[in-house]
């Protein structure tokens, strides 16, 4: 192969998912940080989905590769399975023999598992990869899982991973009370332009290249035009790049490399091809159009629940509509809302909104969050709250609330009247 042409110990594009190759790009970070999130709450459940190639499975590696001696795992990834194979399998990667037991037995040995390790205070995750082929019957045995549960806390957490189509079976109106199981929900896009590059300059660096630029700078773009960002569609066309340089006897790759392998590939540019999805242009845990009529009309989304306004020394700096879904405060880019100080842990807090509600959560952070001076776990907020986060204050809007003021008042000084009264 080409690996002594280009000096490197190892082949950088390989598809397989090793962990050591992982580029974090700001929504893999983030997706990373919703997974590790589940070890963080004894009622963790969360939904990761992505396009084919787009780093799922690489992610559930490093992920697995980080965890700690008591958290007990069990992996599924064969998933066309029935009611009773799901179950069986489960139990298999417990350690168990179930094939002989029918579905009671199965159910009772699992659930005895379940509360055996947890009062063992060990934390037990099923992780289930490409989840969009469960079957309906199977997501319902899950749900059923998740809430195996001791007086105070859930005995199971639990991840799924898959295509898009697994949002579709989730927000399907049989799976209502999974869905609303579920604490946090993802969508992993593709990679923009610039991470692509850093993608791929990533991987060579992992494979030895030593900060030697084996791709020439304006191939980027070109590789960029015919894989969209997606990582798998990226290795597969840098290797062959790679291959057609090593054919020159060339130990760097150049745009006449780049469009060999795509004829090669019989590859069309990616924004032609209807079944590929290109890098979303800002990430969110949970997107949502707001509806036509609501657009046509001038009028806000009827999803918008509430706003937070961050403010430090009684200054606003931010303003944040709340929808229904979660939004991750902390300290590093790949948060929905990063506050840039030594106060605020990686990932400090949450707010999570339902249509009926809102909530703030701690993120096991170093300094925590604090309501009237008290230092809380979780809150309940209502039109008005001022958290605490470090130096920052976070203020709560309940746009549910109805509001008589004159067209030039602020929201700030509508809160201040409102305390006052």
Same mark, same amino acid.
């Given at each position: 192969?080409?690996?002594?042409?280009?000096?490197?110990?190892?082949?950088?594009? =390989?598809?397989?998912?090793?962990?050591?190759?992982?580029?974090?790009?700001?929504?893999?970070?983030?997706?990373?940080?919703?997974?590790?999130?589940?070890?963080?709450?004894?009622?963790?459940?969360?939904?990761?989905?992505?396009?084919? @190639?787009?780093?799922?499975?690489?992610?559930?590696?490093?992920?697995?590769?980080?965890?700690? #001696?008591?958290?007990?795992?069990?992996?599924?990834?064969?998933?066309?399975?029935?009611?009773?194979?799901?179950?069986?399998?489960?139990?298999?990667?417990?350690?168990?023999?179930?094939?002989?037991?029918?579905?009671?037995?199965?159910?009772?040995?699992?659930?005895?598992?379940?509360? &055996?390790?947890?009062?063992?205070? =060990?934390?037990?995750?099923?992780?289930?990869?490409?989840?969009?082929?469960?079957?309906? %019957?199977?997501?319902?045995?899950?749900?059923?899982?998740? @809430?195996?549960?001791?007086?105070?806390?859930?005995?199971? %957490?639990?991840?799924?991973?898959?295509?898009?189509?697994? /949002?579709?079976?989730? /927000?399907?109106?049989?799976?209502?009370?999974?869905?609303?199981?579920?604490?946090? =929900?993802?969508?992993?896009?593709?990679?923009?332009? #610039?991470?692509?590059?850093?993608?791929?300059?990533?991987?060579?660096?992992?494979?030895?290249?030593?900060?030697?630029?084996?791709?020439?700078? *304006?191939?980027?773009?070109?590789?960029?035009?015919?894989?969209?960002?997606?990582? %798998?569609? $990226?290795? #597969?066309?840098?290797? #062959?790049?790679?291959?057609?340089?090593?054919?020159?006897?060339?130990?760097?790759?150049?745009?006449?490399?780049?469009?060999?392998?795509?004829?090669?590939?019989?590859?069309?540019?990616?924004?032609?091809?209807?079944?590929?999805?290109?890098?979303?242009?800002?990430?969110?845990?949970?997107?949502?159009?707001?509806?036509?009529?609501?657009?046509?009309?001038?009028?806000?989304?009827?999803? $918008?629940?509430?706003?937070?306004?961050?403010?430090?020394?009684?200054?606003?700096?931010?303003?944040? &509509?709340?929808?229904?879904?979660?939004?991750?405060?902390?300290?590093?880019?790949? /948060?929905?809302?990063?506050?840039?100080?030594?106060?605020?842990?990686?990932?400090?807090?949450?707010?999570?909104?339902?249509?009926?509600?809102?909530?703030?959560?701690?993120?096991?952070?170093?300094?925590?969050?604090?309501?009237?001076?008290?230092?809380?776990? %979780?809150?309940?907020?209502?039109?008005?709250?001022?958290?605490?986060?470090?130096?920052?204050?976070?203020?709560?809007?309940?746009? =549910?609330?109805?509001?008589?003021?004159?067209? *030039?008042?602020?929201?700030?000084?509508?809160?201040?009247?409102?305390?006052? &009264?």
């Amino acid at each position: 192969m080409y690996l002594e042409l280009f000096k490197l110990h190892e082949l950088p594009f =390989r598809l397989s998912p090793d962990p050591q190759f992982l580029y974090l790009s700001k929504q893999h970070a983030r997706a990373k940080a919703y997974m590790e999130s589940t070890i963080w709450f004894t009622d963790g459940f969360v939904v990761i989905t992505g396009e084919i @190639g787009a780093g799922k499975t690489t992610l559930i590696e490093t992920f697995l590769k980080e965890l700690q #001696t008591d958290v007990v795992v069990a992996q599924i990834n064969q998933t066309q399975l029935s009611p009773t194979a799901f179950l069986q399998t489960v139990l298999v990667q417990f350690g168990f023999s179930p094939f002989a037991m029918k579905k009671p037995e199965v159910l009772a040995t699992l659930n005895q598992y379940l509360m &055996e390790q947890h009062q063992s205070g =060990r934390k037990i995750l099923l992780i289930v990869d490409e989840a969009q082929n469960l079957s309906s %019957r199977v997501l319902e045995e899950i749900r059923m899982l998740s @809430g195996v549960e001791t007086t105070k806390d859930k005995a199971l %957490r639990i991840i799924l991973a898959g295509q898009p189509e697994l /949002n579709d079976k989730l /927000n399907s109106p049989e799976l209502v009370q999974l869905a609303q199981r579920v604490r946090l =929900r993802f969508h992993l896009s593709a990679l923009s332009k #610039t991470e692509t590059a850093a993608y791929i300059e990533h991987r060579l660096e992992v494979a030895g290249s030593q900060g030697r630029h084996i791709f020439a700078e *304006d191939t980027f773009p070109v590789i960029y035009r015919y894989t969209g960002g997606v990582p %798998r569609l $990226t290795n #597969t066309l840098c290797d #062959t790049c790679m291959m057609s340089a090593f054919a020159a006897n060339r130990d760097h790759v150049t745009v006449a490399d780049v469009e060999a392998a795509v004829k090669e590939l019989q590859w069309s540019e990616f924004t032609s091809n209807t079944n590929r999805v290109p890098a979303l242009p800002t990430a969110s845990a949970e997107p949502s159009a707001e509806p036509a009529a609501a657009r046509a009309s001038g009028t806000s989304s009827p999803q $918008t629940v509430g706003r937070i306004l961050l403010a430090q020394k009684g200054e606003t700096a931010i303003e944040r &509509e709340l929808k229904p879904g979660r939004l991750v405060i902390g300290r590093t880019p790949d /948060n929905d809302l990063q506050i840039d100080s030594k106060f605020i842990s990686r990932h400090h807090c949450q707010i999570v909104t339902q249509p009926d509600s809102c909530v703030i959560e701690d993120l096991n952070s170093t300094n925590g969050i604090y309501v009237m001076s008290k230092r809380v776990r %979780r809150h309940n907020l209502n039109d008005g709250d001022v958290v605490h986060v470090g130096q920052h204050e976070i203020m709560y809007i309940d746009e =549910r609330v109805p509001r008589h003021r004159p067209s *030039d008042m602020t929201d700030t000084e509508v809160l201040d009247k409102d305390k006052v &009264e």
